[in-house]
C-alpha cells in the first residue's frame, strides 16, 4: 500500500521528519539527473521532418485560413536537444530504476515474473504494429483473429462463457464487471433496489473505488481467524439490497477461500453477482476455473498472469470473462468469427494454420442491445494481447499449470525460510504469495516495516508490497513468482535473517537505510504540502 | 513451463523444506468440488513454432499501401530513438515507483512528462497518465461532477463518436445524464459546434461542456465562445485536444479550459490496432485534489539530493478506498514514456513542422479532390489536419481503391447516417504528393 503517505506519518511520528532539509532551506539540491529541459538549447535538433513541395504550398493556400483567434502565440518550451543528449539522458534515468531484468522483485500481488523477450519480437511486427484501429475488418483479419483466438483461450482457462479485451487493466476490469451487474440488475427491475456491493476487509482498494464509481454502496465484511472471508458475517449482510460481491480468490493474504462454494451459493441465494478480483490467477492455473466454479464474472491482469511487462505502472490489459447471464450486457463492439466453424478454426491456429473461408469481424452497432457500450476507444490494449497469446501459446496448457506449480512452491519456500524470522499471522499453506508481519520488529526494535523494506533496497532486492493487505499490521507481502531461480529465492532469505538479525543488533542502521541508492529516503510529507509536479523553467510561483 | 528456472533437485529441496511430499499436496485446500474439470489449452510450442504462428497472424493483416484513415489514430513517424528509450528493459520490466529510492528513472521521466503536458496545453497541473483520450475525457465529466457538485454533461455532436460512447458508459453506472449539443452538420454547415446551441442546452444543473478541438471532422471549433457559454452557467469546459496541433493551435488553457484532455497516440505511438495509446489530462491546481490518477511531485532527501515521488495520494483508491476520485490504478506508463522522449525528441520546432505538414498536406489533398472534380468539402469552416469530404459514389469506391491498397480515408455515414457519400481524410506528415496523387487516379479510374 501507500509506501508514500507511511513514509510521511512514520517519519513526523518518530521525530525523523525533522532530518529532510527543507526545500525552502535556500540551498540548491543535489542532482542526479537534470531534467531534460536543462539540456535544452534554442535551436538544437533530434528530428527533422521535410518541406513540403512547392504545389502542396500553393494549392493548400486556397483552403479557408485558420482563424486569427484559434492560434497560438507562443510556441511550447518542449526541449531542444541533439540526439545523443535525448538518449544519455533517458539511459542514464533508466539505470536509476531497479527492474525485473536487473534483479529479484518480490511485489506482493502484482506477478513480477520474467516478460519473455519473443513477446517483445511479437508485437513489434510491422502487421500488427502498423495495423491501424479503424482499418475496414478485410484489412485486419489478423488482428481480428488473434483477438478473437485470445478470447478462445482465456475462455478455457477461466471457464467462463465469453471475454470482453476491452479494459485497459485490472481496475479498467472491475468498473467494466460493476457496470454490468447494473445493468443486469435494472433489466431485472431491481437497478434501483439493489444499492450495495461487498467487499472483505482484505480486498485491494480498487475494489471499494470502482464499486463507488459506479454508484454503490460499500459494505466491508470482516475476514475470519484463518484469513478467510467470515460466512456468517456475509450472509447476515447479504440481503436483497446486495447488487454484487467482489471477492478476491486466492484472497490478497495468499489463501484459497476454501469455502468458496458456500460464498457462491450465498451470494446466489439473494441473487446477486459473485464478482471475482482475478489479480491472483498465476496461482491457480489448470486448477481452479472461476467460470466453471460458478462466479459470474472476473477480470484478468494480461499484466499479471500472461507476463506482459509493467512498463513502469502500466501499460497492461484487465479483460473480464462473464457467465452467461452477463453476456448480454458485454461491452461492445466484440471480435467475432463472422464466417466459419469454431472448432475447425481453433484446430487450424493450434495447428498454426489459418483456415480457408472464416472471416473475423467486429459486432455491428446495436446487435446487442443490452451493452453497457464501450469502455474504451477500439477494442483494448492490443500490443499487451499479442504478448499474452505469445505467452499461452509458448507454455501450452501443461506449462500453464507448471507456472502456478511453481509459483506456488515458491511462495511456500518462503513461507517456511522465514517464519524464523517474521510473525507469519496466517500460518498455512499459501498460494502465489505469503504475507508476513513486521510487528515483531516493531514492538521489540522500533523497526517498522517501511525500515524493513529501505534495508531490503540495499541487498538490490525490490521490496516486498509493504502495508497490504490492511488487515495485517505492519504487512510484508511476497510474491516470488515462477520464474525466480532456488539461489535467488535462498539469496533473498539470507537477506531478510540478515536485517531481521540487525534489526536486533543495530536497529538504528535499519531506519538509516537505503544507503546504496541513487537517492536516499525522500520528503514524501513535504512533496505533499508543497506539491511541485512540473518544471517552472526559473519561474518563480508555478506550482 | 517455458520459463521455468528449476530443476529436478531444485524441486525436491523445495518440497522438502515445505514438508510436503508432492506439489499436488500444497493445493488439497481447493475444495474437489470446484477443482478444474478441464482445461483444454493446446500444447506447447517452441520459439521457432510460436515464431510461427505469430508471423502467420501478423501476415493476415493487409496493410494499405497508402492511407488517408486517421478517424482517432494517425500514422505519424515514430523516430528510432523514441523505441530505444522505451525498448529499456529499465524501464519496461519496472512496475509503479512504490519504492521511490529505486524507481527515479520512472518517476522523473513522469514529472518530465508533466512538465511538457502543462507545456502544450498552457494548464497548472498534469496527471501521469490515463488509459486512452476517451477514458481521460470520461473521468474529467465525473471530475467536474464532482467540483460543481452538479450530475449532468453536455457534450457536442461533433466529439469523436468513440469518446462520446464511453462518456455514456461511464456516465450509466452514477445515473449522470448526458445532453448533446448538435453541431451544425446539415448540407451547407459549418460542420462546428455553435455556442448558442450550447447555451440552449447549458442550465445550472449542467457540470461541463466536453468539445473537441479540432472536432472529429478536423473542423477548427470557436472553444473560446464554448467555455463563455459554459461558463457564464457556472459549468466547466472539458476540452479533448489532439496533442500535435497544439504546436500552432492556442493551448487550451489560453482559451479558458478547465480540464483538457488528449489521446496521446500522435506522440511517438504506433498503431498498434488501438492500443496501447495514453490519455493526457490537465487541469488547474485548484482543481488538484479532484483530479484522478497518479501525480509526481519533486522533493528532496535528508541530504539535499533532489527527487521525485508519488504524491498528493490521498486522492486515490488505496488511501482513500471507496472515497477515492477514481479506481485508476495501473495506467499507461511506457507510452507516456514514449510521448516524453517523443517531445524531446522533435522539440517546438519539429512539433510544430509536424503540425504544419500534417494540415498542408490535408488541405493538399482536399484542394487536389476539388480541382478534379472529384470531391467537395462538406463544410464550411476551416480545418486543421482531416476534412470532410463528399465522393458520390463513396461507398463502392472506398471499397474498390482498398482492392488497390488505398484506404480513402473513414466513412462517415457509419456514424452519422445523414452524411451521406462523405468521407473524412486525414494527412500527416508521412502522406506524401505521390500518396495524394495516387488517391486523385484511383478516384478518377473508379467514376
Ligand atoms: C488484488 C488486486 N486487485 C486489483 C488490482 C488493480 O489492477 P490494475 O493495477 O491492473 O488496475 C491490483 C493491482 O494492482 C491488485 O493487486
Known amino acids: ?543 | 513451463m517455458a520459463y521455468s528456472p528449476h530443476t529436478e533437485a531444485d524441486h525436491r529441496r523445495m518440497l522438502d523444506a515445505v514438508g510436503v511430499v508432492s506439489i499436488e499436496d500444497l493445493f488439497a485446500d481447493i475444495p474437489p468440488a470446484v477443482r478444474a474439470d478441464r482445461f483444454a489449452v493446446p500444447p506447447p510450442l517452441t520459439e521457432q513454432e510460436v515464431r510461427g504462428e505469430l508471423s502467420r497472424l501478423a501476415g493476415r493483416n493487409v496493410l494499405p499501401r497508402v492511407s488517408f484513415l486517421g478517424a482517432g489514430a494517425y500514422r505519424h513517424l515514430v523516430p528510432a530513438v523514441v523505441g530505444e528509450v522505451i525498448g529499456r528493459a529499465e524501464f519496461a520490466t519496472a512496475y509503479t515507483p512504490y519504492q521511490p529510492e529505486v524507481s527515479q528513472g520512472t518517476l522523473q521521466s513522469i514529472y518530465e512528462f508533466q512538465s511538457m503536458v502543462c507545456e502544450l496545453t498552457g494548464m497548472e497541473v498534469a496527471s501521469a497518465s490515463h488509459y486512452d483520450g476517451a477514458t481521460a475525457t470520461a473521468e474529467a465529466a465525473l471530475m467536474a461532477c464532482r467540483l460543481t457538485r452538479r450530475d449532468r454533461i453536455a457534450v457536442s455532436s461533433a466529439v469523436h463518436p468513440q469518446v462520446r460512447e464511453v462518456l455514456r458508459t461511464y456516465c450509466s453506472g452514477p445515473g449522470i445524464e448526458i445532453v448533446e449539443v448538435p453541431a451544425e452538420l446539415a448540407e451547407g454547415g459549418s460542420g462546428l459546434t455553435a455556442p448558442d446551441a450550447a447555451a440552449s442546452v447549458l442550465d445550472d444543473d449542467v457540470a461541463c461542456l466536453v468539445a473537441q478541438q479540432p472536432n472529429f471532422f478536423g473542423g477548427i471549433e470557436p472553444m473560446r465562445e464554448l467555455g463563455e457559454a459554459a461558463h457564464v452557467v457556472g459549468a466547466q469546459l472539458v476540452a479533448l485536444v489532439e496533442p500535435t496541433s497544439l504546436a500552432i493551435l492556442e493551448a487550451p488553457g489560453g482559451y479558458g479550459a478547465d480540464i483538457v484532455t488528449a489521446e496521446g497516440q500522435p506522440l511517438g505511438i504506433p498503431l498498434s490496432f488501438g492500443g496501447p495509446y495514453v490519455g493526457l489530462m490537465a487541469a488547474r491546481m485548484a482543481s488538484v485534489r479532484q483530479m484522478p490518477g497518479r501525480l509526481v511531485g519533486a522533493t528532496r532527501d535528508a541530504q539535499g539530493r533532489k527527487g521525485y515521488v508519488l504524491t498528493l495520494q490521498a486522492r486515490e483508491q488505496h488511501i482513500r478506498r471507496e472515497k477515492a476520485a477514481s479506481n485508476i490504478c495501473t495506467n499507461q506508463a511506457l507510452c507516456a514514456l514514449a510521448a516524453t522522449a517523443y517531445l524531446s525528441a522533435v522539440g517546438p520546432d519539429g512539433l510544430r513542422e509536424v503540425a504544419q505538414l500534417s494540415m498542408t498536406q490535408a488541405r493538399h489533398t482536399a484542394a487536389a479532390l476539388e480541382e478534379a472534380g472529384l470531391g467537395e468539402r462538406r463544410f464550411t469552416a476551416p480545418y486543421f489536419a482531416e476534412v470532410a469530404v463528399r465522393v458520390p459514389g463513396a461507398a463502392r469506391r472506398h471499397a474498390a481503391l482498398l482492392e488497390r491498397g488505398i484506404l480513402a480515408g473513414h466513412p462517415l455515414w457509419t456514424d452519422y447516417p445523414d452524411l451521406d457519400d462523405t468521407l473524412l481524410l486525414a494527412a500527416t506528415e508521412l502522406t506524401t504528393d505521390d500518396d495524394i496523387a495516387a488517391l486523385v487516379d484511383a478516384l478518377e479510374a473508379t467514376r
Not at chain 1, 64 to 72: M, Q, V, Y
Request: aromatic share 6%; proline share 7%.
Open chain 1, 1 to 543: 500500500m501507500s509506501v508514500a503517505e507511511r513514509a510521511g506519518t512514520v517519519a513526523d511520528a518518530s521525530g525523523r521528519g525533522a532530518a529532510f532539509a527543507s526545500p525552502s532551506a535556500g540551498e540548491a539540491a543535489t542532482v542526479v539527473e537534470p531534467l531534460i529541459f536543462e539540456a535544452s538549447a534554442p535551436g538544437r535538433r533530434a528530428v527533422r521532418f521535410p518541406q513540403p513541395s512547392e504545389r502542396a504550398r500553393r494549392v493548400a493556400t486556397g483552403q479557408p485560413d485558420l482563424p486569427a483567434g484559434s492560434l497560438r502565440a507562443t510556441a511550447p518550451r518542449l526541449p531542444e536537444v541533439s540526439e545523443l543528449d535525448l538518449l544519455r539522458h533517458f539511459n542514464r534515468l533508466s539505470q536509476l530504476n531497479h527492474a525485473i531484468d536487473l534483479g529479484f522483485y518480490p511485489l506482493g500481488s502484482c506477478t513480477m515474473k520474467y516478460n519473455p523477450k519473443v513477446n517483445e519480437w511479437a508485437a513489434a511486427l510491422p502487421g500488427f504494429a502498423a495495423s491501424h484501429p479503424v482499418d475496414p475488418a478485410a484489412s485486419s483479419q489478423g488482428s481480428l483473429e488473434l483477438e478473437w483466438l485470445l478470447g478462445e483461450l482465456l475462455r478455457e482457462i477461466s471457464g467462463f462463457a465469453a471475454v470482453s479485451l476491452q479494459p485497459a487493466a485490472g481496475a479498467h476490469g472491475e468498473l467494466t464487471g460493476m457496470l454490468m451487474t447494473r445493468a443486469y440488475h435494472r433489466a431485472n427491475g431491481q437497478g434501483e433496489t439493489r444499492t450495495r456491493v461487498l467487499v472483505p476487509d482484505s480486498a485491494h482498494g480498487t475494489n471499494p473505488a470502482t464499486a463507488s464509481m459506479v454508484g454503490y454502496e460499500t459494505v466491508t465484511i470482516r475476514s475470519n481467524e484463518r484469513g478467510g472471508i467470515d460466512l456468517d458475517a456475509l450472509r447476515a449482510t447479504l440481503d436483497e439490497r446486495t447488487a454484487a460481491l467482489m471477492i478476491t480468490n486466492p484472497s490478497t493474504l495468499g489463501i484459497f477461500e476454501d469455502q468458496i462454494d458456500a460464498v457462491l451459493s450465498a451470494v446466489h441465494e439473494v441473487g446477486a453477482i459473485a464478482y471475482m478480483d482475478g489479480a491472483n490467477l498465476n496461482a491457480i492455473l489448470g486448477r481452479f476455473r472461476p467460470g466453471e466454479a460458478g462466479f459470474d464474472v472476473m477480470h484478468f491482469n494480461l499484466h499479471k498472469t500472461f507476463s506482459t511487462p509493467h512498463g513502469g505502472g502500466g501499460p497492461g490489459a484487465g479483460p473480464v470473462g462473464v457467465g452467461e447471464r452477463l453476456v448480454p450486457f458485454l461491452p461492445g463492439p466484440q471480435p467475432i468469427l463472422a464466417e466459419g466453424d469454431p472448432d475447425t478454426v481453433r484446430r487450424n491456429a493450434w495447428a498454426g494454420r489459418s483456415t480457408p473461408g472464416a472471416r473475423f469481424a467486429l459486432e455491428e452497432p446495436g446487435s446487442r442491445p443490452e451493452s453497457i457500450g464501450r469502455v474504451r476507444m477500439h477494442t483494448g490494449n492490443f500490443g499487451m494481447f499479442v504478448r499474452a497469446y505469445t505467452y499461452i501459446r509458448s507454455n501450452g496448457g501443461a506449462g500453464l499449470r507448471a507456472v502456478s506449480d511453481d509459483a506456488v512452491l515458491a511462495a511456500n519456500y518462503l513461507r517456511v525460510r522465514l517464519a524464523d524470522a517474521y510473525d507469519l499471522p496466517y500460518d498455512r499453506i499459501c498460494k502465489h504469495e505469503v504475507v508476513f508481519s513486521g510487528r515483531r520488529q516493531k514492538r521489540a526494535n522500533g523497526v517498522t516495516t517501511l525500515d524493513i523494506a529501505k534495508a531490503i533496497l540495499d541487498h538490490g532486492i525490490h521490496p516486498p508490497t509493504i502495508y497490504f493487505p490492511l488487515i495485517v499490521e505492519e504487512a510484508l507481502m511476497i510474491e516470488p513468482t515462477e520464474t525466480e531461480s532456488l539461489e535467488t529465492l535462498d539469496r533473498f532469505v539470507e537477506a531478510m535473517h540478515e536485517i531481521a538479525d540487525r534489526a536486533g543488533s543495530d536497529p538504528g542502521s535499519l531506519r538509516r537505510a537505503p544507503v546504496t541508492t541513487p537517492v536516499g529516503r525522500l520528503d514524501e510529507a513535504g512533496a505533499a504540502r508543497r506539491p511541485d509536479l512540473r518544471h517552472a523553467f526559473g519561474e518563480t510561483g508555478a506550482e
